[in-house]
């Protein structure tokens, strides 16, 4: 659960027993349930969630943004298979970390009044807000995903 917390990114790994090629077969003919899947190379691919709250995407038709989305990471150990999922970092967090980081500034620095709820309420709720969508959003695709990869 800590992991869940992590400002940066949301990572998973786990072990499937079995060898990495059963588990690409898989992924290239058994179609996901509630999400879709791009392979960027022979055991790296890009599931992308059906749906997306924070960024406004349903029925996996993304618009000019990237919706909820894990990398999957195949790695052959012994008889068995890796699997590392990493999610992205979130630019609108950054984004709006900055837009506070600035409004601060401008209000110690301005002659004219910000509003002091927009500093100390509105920009941290709007971070905490948005981290916690973006975040369980994720977290569900890995479940998702997971218990896709487990169904071998």
């Known amino acids: 659960m800590a992991n869940f917390f992590n400002p940066i990114s949301l990572t998973r790994v786990f072990e499937l027993k079995t060898p990495i090629q059963a588990v690409t077969n898989h992924i290239s003919r058994s179609a996901p349930t509630g999400f879709s899947v791009t392979r960027l190379s022979n055991f ?21 943004v ?3 989305q894990t990398r999957v990471i195949l790695t052959q ?12 970092r979130r630019f609108e967090l950054i984004l ?15 002659k004219q009044s910000i509003p002091i709820w927009i500093t100390t309420a509105f ?20 479940n998702k995903a997971e218990a896709y990869l487990k169904q071998l």
């Not at 150990?77 to 992205?88: D, E, L, R």
């Not at 709006?96 to 301005?110: H, N, P």
Request: charged share 10%; glycine share 8%; aromatic share 14%.
């Open 123 to 142: 920009f941290p709720g709007l971070l905490i807000f948005f981290f916690l969508l973006y975040r369980i959003q994720e977290n569900m695709l890995q």
């Open 96 to 110: 709006t970390l900055g837009a506070w980081v600035l409004f601060t500034i401008l209000q110690l620095v301005s």
């Open 66 to 68: 990237n919706s909820i």
């Open 44 to 64: 790296e691919f890009i599931f992308l969630s059906d749906l997306s709250l924070g960024t406004l995407i349903k029925n996996g038709k993304p618009p000019a």
């Open 77 to 88: 150990v012994g008889k068995s298979t890796a699997v590392t999922f990493t999610t992205k």
